[in-house]
Structure formats: structure tokens, C-alpha cells
């Protein structure tokens, strides 16, 4: 049975991502923000394990896992969580960037790092699920491109430094999905939100496990999933 541990599970692709290992049978450690998320996430995937950290807070992660118990090996580590806040550079404030930075680049940069001894002891997987933010930036996304295009070079390094140990890395760029992200998105551009027209999250999700589940003698190292509608 794989271990997975997963940022994210709550909605969207991370529950989508939950929802189809844990009907498989796979073994689920979901990090959660607080107890009483964990508490949630617990009730929805009975037997899966919960660690409790707060991806906004990346500095006190460590000092969070040091008085919990981490998995002794991990298969994957699963980066899905993310936040959004558009705005012209020229009124974005500090704290709009700071809060994206922490949850989309420096809280996976620290988690990976936390967690390399258990993924290095099962040849595991880490999967950055990124976007098309990642790739180019448009108009009042700058803060929100800025950390996914350095989380696409979190994992180009962290790919070269892990691979002669067996860790495969992958980056994962989803178009625009179906999801209450993508309902903030919407509401922030002014723009009416059909979920309709966009990328189911089982969609990414199939994607996902499409990388994870590809044996041993490849690597998925890039995949950009766009709205086939």
C-alpha cells in the first residue's frame, strides 16, 4: 500500500486527488491548518491520518511536525494547496505578495525539505501542482506568477539534485478548473463564474495519478493540462 501525503485535500483538486486514492486504497496523510480541519478531513477519508501545519506560517512548520509523529517512508508528497490575490503591480501591497510567496513557494520549499528523508527511503514522488500562471504572466497576476514560476524552479533544481537517489519529480500546470479558487478568481476580475466551461478537477486529478502511477523506468517531468472546452 502507497503513502501519500497531501497539501490541499479540502476542495478542489486536492480532494479530487484524496477522494480517488483513498477509494483505492491507498494509505492518506492530509495536512490540515488547524485541528479542527483535520478534524474534517479525518471524518471525510476514514483511517486517513492528519498532520496539522499552517502553509501560511512556513517558519513555524518544523517546530508543528516536531511535536507530531511523520510518516516513517512517503511514496509522494503532493503539493495542491494554493492561494490567489490579483492586483496591479502598482497596488499590490507587501502583504499580498508575502501571503502568496509563504503558501504557493516557500511553504512547499520547506515541507519538501522536511519530508526528502521519507521520500528518499521509498524512491518516492514529489508533484507540484503549478498552473499556466507558472509558465506566463498576464496583467494583475504578477504576484500570484511570480510564485508559481519559482515553484516551477523549486522543482527543476530539486528534480537535477534528487534523481541519481530515485526521486522523481514532476510539475504539474493546470489551465483554469473548476473550483472555489476559481470562483475568487472570477469574483476578482469582476467576471461571472461558470463552472461549466472549465477543467473538471477529476480531470487534473486523472493527470496526477497518471504521473505517479507511470512506472519506474519513466518520468513525467512536465504536463500542462488546458480546458478542452
Known amino acids: ?10 476542495s478542489g483538486i486536492g480532494a479530487a486527488v484524496a477522494r480517488r486514492l483513498h477509494e483505492r486504497g491507498d494509505d492518506l496523510v492530509l495536512l490540515a491548518r488547524d485541528a479542527g480541519r483535520a478534524k474534517e478531513l479525518a471524518d471525510t477519508y476514514p483511517g486517513a491520518r492528519t498532520l496539522v501545519g499552517d502553509l501560511a506560517n512556513p517558519d513555524r512548520l518544523s517546530w508543528a511536525f516536531s511535536h507530531q509523529t511523520l510518516p516513517d517512508r512517503l511514496d509522494s508528497l503532493l503539493h495542491i494547496a494554493g492561494v490567489v490575490d490579483l492586483g496591479p503591480v502598482g497596488e499590490l501591497t507587501t502583504k499580498a505578495w508575502r501571503s502568496q510567496l509563504d503558501v504557493n513557494l516557500i511553504a512547499p520549499a520547506e515541507l519538501t525539505r522536511l ?115
Do not use: C
Request: proline residues 5%; charged residues 20%; neutral net charge.
Open 115 to 229: 519530508l526528502l528523508p521519507q521520500l528518499r527511503v521509498s524512491q518516492g514522488h514529489v508533484v507540484f501542482v503549478n498552473s499556466g500562471a507558472g509558465l506566463n504572466a498576464h496583467a494583475e497576476w504578477s504576484a500570484y506568477a511570480a510564485s508559481k514560476h519559482g515553484l516551477k524552479a523549486l522543482a527543476d533544481s530539486l528534480r537535477q539534485e534528487e534523481h541519481a537517489g530515485g526521486v522523481r519529480v514532476t510539475s504539474v500546470y493546470p489551465g483554469r478548473t473548476a473550483s472555489p479558487m476559481q470562483a475568487k478568481v472570477h469574483q476578482q476580475e469582476g467576471k461571472e463564474y461558470d463552472a461549466s466551461r472549465w477543467i473538471d478537477p477529476e480531470s487534473v486529478a486523472t493527470a496526477i495519478l497518471t504521473a505517479i502511477d507511470l512506472p519506474r523506468d519513466a518520468e513525467i517531468n512536465d504536463l500542462t493540462v488546458r480546458p478542452g472546452r
Open 1 to 10: 500500500m502507497a503513502t501519500h501525503m497531501i497539501t490541499g485535500a479540502g
